[in-house]
T-cell receptor
Framework: EAQVTQNPRYLITVTGKKLTVTCSQN?????MSWYRQDPGLGLRQIYY???????DKGDVPEGYKVSRKEKRNFPLILESPSPNQTSLYFC??????????????FGPGTRLTVT | KNEVEQSPQNLTAQEGEFITINCSYS?????LHWLQQHPGGGIVSLFM?????KKHGRLIATINIQEKHSSLHITASHPRDSAVYIC??????????WGAGTKLIIKP
């Protein structure tokens, strides 16, 4: 079954404790992306990756890191989480063709609370 | 001003009504995406458009590139259509910019 998986689904942590949210897709997609969703602000892009070893900042990259060492995985790293990073996070992937990506497939979301 | 504006923000209708959700954007785009977010949080892609019109079941999406406007229509609406509908545009350069979403409630 084609899918994007994220782990963990729920996480409560404390300020400053490094954490990683994993994202994996089994569709051999080139494009992967991380978003955060906050009430009243909608979804905002954190980072995206066009292919292995190619990553770019989205609209809200501060406080986050990513890596793309393998095509299927795109982990999101919070080196020193702060309460303003409490949010719902989505990973997504898609095929790339021409000058844009095709429809995105989304993971189930990770609800992160930083106290 | 947001680069992607959706209207209305909230919409409540009776079962069977014809629904229209609008999306306007102010940037150059390569394509526009309509998505649906279920009450449980999951996001599903509905349509990807770069011109014209697409139809899938009771859902129809149109886009007018010159006017920078897109509409999502639902015919014969049903309570299971209740969700948040989100418009997002692929800005030239592989960034996806999201609208704030339209919360739709269909009452039986």
């Amino acid at each position: 079954e084609a899918q994007v998986t994220q782990n963990p689904r729920y996480l409560i942590t404390v300020t400053g404790k490094k954490l990683t949210v994993t994202c994996s897709q089994n569709m051999n997609h080139e494009y992967m992306s991380w978003y955060r969703q906050d009430p009243g602000l909608g979804l905002r892009q954190i980072y995206y990756s066009m292919n292995v070893e190619v990553t770019d900042k989205g609209d809200v990259p501060e406080g986050y890191k990513v890596s793309r060492k393998e095509k299927r995985n795109f982990p999101l790293i919070l080196e020193s989480p702060s309460p303003n990073q409490t949010s719902l996070y989505f990973c997504a992937s898609s095929v790339v063709a021409g000058d844009f990506s095709y429809e995105q497939y989304f993971g189930p979301g990770t609800r992160l609370t930083v106290t | 001003k947001n680069e992607v504006e959706q209207s209305p923000q909230n919409l409540t209708a009776q079962e069977g009504e014809f629904i229209t959700i609008n999306c306007s954007y102010s940037v150059g785009i390569s394509a526009l995406h309509w998505l649906q977010q279920h009450p449980g949080g999951g996001i599903v892609s509905l349509f990807m458009l770069s011109s014209g019109k697409k139809k899938h079941g009771r859902l129809i999406a149109t886009i007018n590139i010159q006017e920078k406007h897109s509409s999502l229509h639902i015919t014969a609406s049903h309570p299971r259509d209740s969700a948040v509908y989100i418009c997002a545009v692929w800005r030239l350069g592989y960034q996806l910019i999201w609208g704030a979403g339209t919360k739709l409630i269909i009452k039986p």
